[in-house]
């Protein structure tokens, strides 16, 4: 089945922001703006907030709903759609969070599983998920699948199957794992009728080559060029700019991966102007000579020159 031409599609490149905070660790949403500018002029399309590197699972339910309204009125009107999470282990919190989405004018809704009392089969997952989806007033729902972290891993597409007809207004999945199997069942399931956005931003090539058409990912606030160009350059049948870009991906995920990805991402955004200030306990932010090692790894890889917009 295909979709409908006017159904909501993620569609590109959208950024998971960072959360600023101030060096106190309250909320400074007086950058939201700038960092949605930047976002557009850097080609992204939509921007994925309170996630795992919007720290969400670590704000307060006023903190995120707070969160999501600022970006709510910086995006109004302009090129970047809103996604925003809604993910909680308490359900009702997060069907307090959906309900506020919609309110505030969010493009769409997503929420990850509870990660401590934890879904054993799809159909408990499904029915976890239910009220939720309905909780955001008829927004799109994204399922965000990312089993490293909630642990998880049930099939997303038996999940699909068993969903179409028990979550409303599911329009298809947040897919961060490395299981390329599952991914493309998901994108066979139901007749195609569910946008499966890719997540692990350093395999977006391999997610291409199997028919990705959309991505969220955390190195897109600060490096989304480089993934445009592969993104281009694969649609252009041109595989060696798109190997190469795909080499720069590599290169800056390991940089990430050695230290930490969210506390090095964060810093990162600071060597680009855009200082979203600290991490939030239990993740340490890099210390100053971490920072400078950073900056001399990214120096060591060429990173400015690859992340600036062609």
């Known amino acids: 089945m295909l979709r409908p031409m006017n159904e909501f599609e993620l569609g590109g490149l959208i950024a998971a922001p960072y959360t600023p905070l101030r060096a106190d660790g309250d909320l400074n949403l007086e950058l939201v703006e700038k960092l949605a500018r930047a976002l557009e002029a850097d080609g992204v399309r939509g921007a994925f907030v309170c996630g795992t590197t919007g720290e969400g699972p670590s704000l307060t339910t006023d903190e995120r709903m707070n969160v999501a309204a600022r970006w709510a009125e910086v995006c109004r009107g302009g090129k970047l759609k809103l996604i925003v999470h809604v993910g909680h282990n308490s359900q009702r919190d997060a069907m307090a969070l959906a309900a506020h989405a919609k309110k505030v004018g969010a493009s769409a809704i997503a929420a990850m599983p509870p990660s401590f009392f934890k879904p054993a089969a799809v159909g408990q997952l499904a029915d976890f998920m239910s009220p939720i989806a309905q909780a955001g007033g008829g927004l799109p729902f994204y399922y965000y699948h990312i089993p490293s972290m909630t642990g998880v891993s049930l099939s997303m597409a038996e999940f699909l199957e068993t969903s179409a007809q028990r979550v409303p207004h599911l329009r298809g999945i947040k897919f961060t794992h490395n299981d390329l199997m599952d991914y493309q069942r998901c994108r066979r399931a139901c007749d195609g009728k569910y946008e499966i956005a890719w997540g692990l931003d350093e395999m977006l090539l391999a997610a291409l080559a199997v028919g990705a058409t959309s991505a969220v990912g955390s190195t897109y606030n600060y490096a989304a060029p480089i993934y445009v160009r592969m993104i281009d350059a694969f649609r252009a049948r041109d595989m060696e700019t798109a190997r190469m870009c795909a080499s720069h ?62």
């Open 249 to 310: 991906s590599i290169d800056l995920v390991a940089i990430l991966l050695k230290r930490g990805v969210l506390r090095t991402g964060k810093a990162i955004m600071a060597t680009r102007g855009l200082d979203c200030g600290p991490t939030r306990l239990p993740v340490i932010p890099l210390s100053p000579q971490e920072f400078r090692e950073v900056r001399q790894a990214l120096e060591g890889i060429g990173f400015v020159a690859r992340a600036n917009s062609p």
